[in-house]
């Protein structure tokens, strides 16, 4: 079944908040006429003291809603939470019965109905991260054509331009960036109802192209600087870590989608870190150790496009690996602050 995961991406980004220091820098709020509703402009990532951002039930992507899903056992809890909405607080998750009061104790803490608006570092920072999922999409829809399965393929084909195009769409046109949607809607449509044309290898490199000039966008120098792109593999990562948890159930590949949407995504942060490396050994070798080592062991996790039955590393197992990555990449946030404060 295919997942609208990309409604609002800003809580994707917002999770690398776990990934800087606490700066006199607090957002501001500005409170909605709307009961239970408010705005937080974020500036730049903050930290709640080493604490993961809550999660917006209004506007999360579906992978972020995926960790209620995981924490609490319930199947398809996502879709559930997005056919709800909207919400005037998050007690309604329970007076429109999509979870119990007693599970809503148990992940009160993580959920809000503040929007978010991002702007400076965390605004670019959320801008590549949705293209980045992009590029997971089609990077393992490329995997499952080349292994001539096109049904496979299909709904990561689908989900950039069904569920985060939208969510894009206005930094695109903000930045003057050439649209694309229609190539990734001709793409779509061919591959379900003509999967052998010809035309797909072509339009499949056009769209994948536009991704990359979509990412270009940005100053080079920005897109290659060691504190930005960890920043973004964070919030890959933060949306493969939730998409595994809800593909294993019982120490086996339930969600093959899942399964496949996480691949993608821990495949390209592998690849932007690549793009990294060698600034990294030189300039924080310690932390370049810990992260490269990580991230070898998690894309051990997905060793081919089409899943195995059994799965290689529990949930909790990448979720581990992940947090070694994000509290490396907090060394470095650190490391950059107070080189910016010298």
């Not at 056992?73 to 919400?87: C, D, E, H, T």
């Not at 801008?127 to 096109?150: F, R, S, W």
């Not at 109802?193 to 000039?213: E, G, L, M």
């Not at 899943?307 to 650190?334: F, G, H, M, S």
């Amino acid at each position: 079944m295919i997942k609208y995961r990309y409604i609002f991406l800003s809580i994707a980004a917002c999770a690398i908040v776990s990934l800087s220091s606490c700066t006199s820098d607090t957002p501001t709020a500005d409170i909605k006429s709307t009961p239970g509703t408010a705005t937080v402009t974020e500036t730049t990532p903050h930290s709640g003291h080493g604490g993961k951002a809550k999660i917006n039930i209004n506007s999360a992507i579906l992978s972020e809603l995926d960790k209620f899903e995981a924490k609490l056992g319930v199947p398809a809890l996502s879709n559930k939470i997005q056919a709800s909405r909207p919400y005037a607080s998050p007690e309604d998750l329970v007076s429109k019965k999509v979870i119990t009061q007693q599970q809503f104790d148990q992940i009160k803490d993580m959920v809000t109905v503040q929007e978010v608006v991002l702007t400076g570092e965390a605004k670019d920072v959320d801008y590549i991260t949705k293209l980045g999922l992009m590029k997971g999409h089609l990077l393992v829809a490329k995997e499952l054509l080349d292994q001539n399965q096109p049904k496979q393929a299909e709904p990561h084909i689908g989900h950039p331009v069904e569920e985060i195009y939208v969510d894009v769409e206005e930094q695109l046109n903000e930045r003057k960036v050439k649209e694309f949607k229609s190539n990734l809607v001709s793409l779509a449509d061919l591959i379900k109802s003509n999967p052998k044309d010809a035309k797909i290898k072509t339009n499949f490199t056009t769209s994948v192209q536009a991704v990359d000039s979509a990412i270009a966008a940005l100053p080079a120098e920005q897109l290659s600087k060691s504190s930005f792109v960890l920043q973004v593999i964070g919030g890959l990562l933060d949306a493969a870590n939730s998409e595994y948890g809800a593909a294993v159930a019982n120490g086996k590949i339930t969600a093959p989608i899942e399964y496949q949407d996480s691949r993608g995504f821990v495949v390209y942060s592998n690849e932007l870190y690549k793009g990294i490396s060698s600034q990294m050994a030189q300039e924080n070798p310690e932390v370049h150790k810990a992260i490269d080592t990580a991230l070898a062991e998690l894309v051990k996790v997905w060793p081919t496009a089409i899943p195995p039955a059994q799965a290689l590393k529990t949930p909790e197992d990448v979720t581990k690996l992940v947090k070694t990555i994000e509290e490396n990449t907090q060394k470095v946030r650190e490391k950059t602050i107070t080189k910016a404060q010298i």
